[in-house]
């Protein structure tokens, strides 16, 4: 127990270079095997903050607990970074990146929770632990991933501002990336993309008591505003109107629109937590989107058929509620 974190920071400082290095380089991994890598990248980083969270809570002396390595973890994000940004990169390894950069940036929570609030319950967003992108996976709840992460009244720490200098520093890259794979990638990798969105602008969110900053503007935000990206987001909710109306269906083939949509509008409501945020949203007709969705009246409980359905999945008028 006392090394696990160690021999996983000592397997992290050998995979990710590897994937992030060029396939035409010594030390470069093909394709498919920068993919299996990247699946293994993520399992360790999610393990990681498991095992955080399980030493933790376990501890009775909040000093028993070791501080996370910050020199290790700042390693660590570059690589990630640099792995997301490589070109030959398939969507495939880059949805299980940022999968991983979601449970790294909640180790960072978690490692702020202890060191300056002494809240020991840091595992509170859900744990997207996946070792591939099969399009019928169920992920349900991946966007309840969006607490702001170095929000409140606690001291920022050096490893906080450190890791939100250096995500910061690659945002144009980021953004884009990210931005693209939002729009034009599976349904899954769609709704990581989204929700690693979200953390990211959570990275900059104010203070809910500061209404001063609450009128700022967001790094990310405003990269993704300049590259026509809200804009396109905002029109591929009216796109994917259809697709949710099928998720209302008495028995749907996939709820994967339902994933997308919470996703996205998670993010939507990030921005909107900002005056900066809000006036993009409303300047890519955010509202004449959604006056214009019909999924919003397909109410099911005026629909006979779905009374006495059987079925695994949520009721249909919970699904109608969530998407509401």
Same mark, same amino acid.
């Given at each position: /127990?006392?090394?696990?974190?160690? %021999?996983?920071?000592?397997?992290?400082?050998?995979?990710?270079?590897?994937?992030?290095?060029?396939?035409?380089?010594?030390?470069?991994?093909?394709?498919?095997?920068?993919?299996?890598?990247?699946?293994?990248?993520?399992?360790?980083?999610?393990?990681?903050?498991?095992?955080?969270?399980?030493?933790?809570?376990?501890?009775?002396?909040?000093?028993?607990?070791?501080?996370?390595? =910050?020199?290790?973890?700042? /390693?660590?994000?570059?690589?990630?970074?640099?792995?997301?940004?490589?070109?030959?990169? /398939?969507?495939?390894?880059?949805?299980?990146?940022?999968?991983?950069?979601?449970?790294?940036?909640?180790?960072?929570?978690?490692?702020?929770?202890?060191?300056?609030?002494?809240?020991?319950?840091?595992?509170?967003?859900?744990?997207? =632990?996946?070792?591939?992108?099969?399009? /019928?996976?169920?992920?349900?709840?991946?966007?309840?991933?969006?607490?702001?992460?170095?929000?409140?009244?606690?001291?920022?720490?050096?490893?906080?501002?450190?890791?939100?200098?250096?995500?910061?520093?690659?945002?144009?890259?980021?953004?884009?990336?990210?931005?693209?794979?939002?729009?034009?990638?599976?349904?899954?990798?769609?709704?990581?993309?989204?929700?690693? %969105?979200?953390? %990211?602008?959570?990275?900059?969110?104010?203070?809910?008591?500061?209404?001063?900053?609450?009128?700022?503007?967001?790094?990310?935000?405003?990269?993704?505003?300049?590259?026509?990206?809200?804009?396109?987001?905002?029109?591929?909710?009216?796109?994917?109107?259809?697709?949710?109306?099928?998720?209302?269906?008495?028995?749907?083939?996939?709820?994967?629109?339902?994933? =997308?949509?919470?996703?996205?509008?998670?993010?939507?409501?990030?921005?909107?937590?900002?005056?900066?945020?809000?006036?993009?949203?409303?300047?890519?007709?955010?509202?004449?989107?959604?006056?214009?969705?019909?999924?919003?009246?397909?109410?099911?409980?005026?629909?006979?058929?779905?009374?006495?359905?059987?079925?695994?999945?949520?009721?249909?008028?919970?699904?109608?509620?969530? %998407?509401?």
């Amino acid at each position: /127990t006392e090394v696990r974190s160690g %021999l996983m920071f000592d397997c992290l400082s050998e995979l990710l270079p590897r994937i992030s290095a060029s396939s035409t380089d010594a030390s470069g991994l093909d394709v498919p095997s920068a993919d299996l890598v990247a699946g293994a990248v993520l399992s360790l980083l999610a393990s990681l903050r498991q095992h955080r969270v399980e030493l933790t809570t376990g501890a009775i002396d909040l000093e028993t607990v070791d501080a996370l390595p =910050v020199d290790r973890l700042l /390693t660590t994000l570059r690589a990630l970074i640099d792995s997301v940004l490589r070109l030959e990169t /398939t969507t495939l390894a880059r949805g299980n990146l940022y999968s991983a950069l979601i449970n790294f940036l909640q180790l960072v929570k978690s490692h702020r929770s202890v060191d300056a609030s002494g809240d020991l319950g840091g595992n509170d967003g859900a744990s997207i =632990v996946a070792s591939d992108l099969d399009e /019928t996976m169920s992920v349900g709840g991946i966007s309840t991933t969006t607490t702001n992460i170095f929000g409140g009244h606690a001291q920022t720490s050096s490893l906080e501002a450190r890791t939100r200098s250096m995500l910061l520093s690659h945002a144009e890259r980021l953004m884009d990336v990210l931005g693209r794979d939002a729009l034009d990638a599976s349904d899954l990798s769609k709704t990581i993309a989204f929700t690693l %969105l979200d953390e %990211l602008c959570a990275l900059e969110a104010p203070s809910s008591a500061n209404n001063a900053s609450r009128r700022g503007g967001s790094k990310c935000v405003d990269l993704l505003d300049r590259k026509g990206y809200i804009t396109s987001f905002v029109t591929a909710l009216r796109d994917s109107d259809l697709a949710l109306q099928e998720t209302l269906r008495p028995d749907p083939a996939s709820l994967n629109a339902m994933y =997308v949509y919470e996703a996205r509008l998670a993010f939507f409501n990030r921005m909107a937590q900002t005056r900066n945020g809000a006036e993009r949203l409303l300047n890519a007709k955010i509202f004449d989107v959604l006056a214009q969705s019909d999924y919003l009246a397909a109410r099911p409980d005026q629909d006979q058929e779905f009374v006495d359905l059987d079925s695994f999945l949520p009721a249909a008028t919970e699904r109608y509620n969530a %998407l509401l």
